[in-house]
């Protein structure tokens, strides 16, 4: 493993046309985190000295998304392929002596293992001039060629410009590269614009350090590492290529899923073993769910912290701020959000808890909220361990509910109750005899009448 500083160019400065949107290509997320940035996390496990990413059009988005990431931005304008997008950042690295690896910020899914064996190959000990990372998918479409006589790269050739015989080699060109700072640069100065498009072509470089008398090498890696996404419909391939890949490993580490093509998971979601998840629950970000927890189905759930044995849904929305602790247990239609539901504590159905904080064993009701906002300001529940809130209670925060407290059904409860004490707060009801068969009687005649 070489122990030379490392660089990273990152090409992000392509329009984006065929995904018509307003943001970035490269910020449109994937698992909930956008494409650049799935890249990037790869990119910094291998500690490089200099991130240098080439923009374009969008260049305020991407400076604001990359805000305190330690990358430099160098613009690429006019456009005029990507041997020009790598010239780019040659002030960038005026000074740095180093290995390069060259990137796009639309293929997000290049593994750190990945770029250490360009490096590794980079530095081996017949030190070629240039390392392309290739791939041999099943349909080789319009991808360029490389072409090769063992790792060795004899040619590189765009897919428009390839002979049939060219046509025919099934290893394709990623467009990812890997070469000492020294070398790039000084190559790249030497590249024309003497083809069908007429743009600078990186690939353009090993061609040339082969006509040197030096020599380039290859590594192979899986497709799905160097896919990239142009448009809406590469994005929700990849999304599901993603969230497959994540089920599998879920499954691997003993996670159930009743349905695994119904679960979606976010990028940082953690899910221990011994785990349920049953069809229909999609993770945002920030979610950890420990052991022998339950998820049921049709479940939203993101920013949560999911205790052991605890049980979750169906239909629960859970917020950023929820936590469960230890056996505690949320139903159906439940809502949380910012709020704490204490060991063993239970709300079964139809309940919506915010800013609060629920103690051990306690009960909530069917139909109770906590009114936690008063259109300004929010404000927070305290509900005792133990303590017992009836159906239909709205508890206007700021309020506590003492410990064995019980608060009866229908209340609103807008004062503190004592551990230990009953809340009532409710009309005293009344009869008036007969009413309603009387209400009935004329109701019918009245009904009967119309009908004539």
Known sequence: ??????????????QGTRMKSKKHKVLHPIAGKPMLH????????????KKVVIVGS????????????????????????????????EDALSSFDGDVLILYGDVPFVPTKTMQAMIDRLNADDAPAVVVLAFEPEDTQAYGRVITDGDRVTKMVEHKDASETERACRTCNSGLMAAKASD??????RVDNNNASKEYYLVDIVNIANEDGRHCAVVLTDPFDVAGINSRAELAHMEGEWQQRRRARAMADGVSL??????????????SSDVVI????????????????????????????????TSVGPFARLRPGAVLEEGSKIGNFVEMKKAVLGKGAKASHLTYLGDAEVGEGANIGAGTITCNYDGYFKYKTVIGKGAFIGSNSALVAPVTIGEGAIVGAGATVTKDVGAGDLALVRAEQTAKEGWADRFNAASTKKKAAKGK
């Open 258 to 271: 009743i349905a695994p093509e119904t679960v979606w998971f976010s990028y940082d979601t953690q899910v």
């Open 278 to 309: 049953e069809p229909n629950v999609f993770f945002g970000p920030g979610v950890s769910i420990a052991s022998g927890a339950t998820i049921k189905g049709h479940s939203h759930i993101e920013g949560a912290t999911i205790g052991a044995d």
């Open 58 to 89: 969008g260049k305020e988005q991407l400076e604001t998304a990359l805000a305190g990431t330690g990358s430099d931005l160098a613009v690429q304008e006019p456009q005029l392929g990507t041997g020009h997008a790598v010239q780019m950042a």
């Open 38 to 49: 799935h890249l990037m996390d790869a990119v910094d496990d291998l500690n490089p000295a």
């Open 184 to 189: 790039l640069f000084a190559l790249l100065n």
């Open 1 to 14: 493993m070489s122990n030379r500083p490392l660089a990273a160019i990152i090409l992000a400065a392509g």
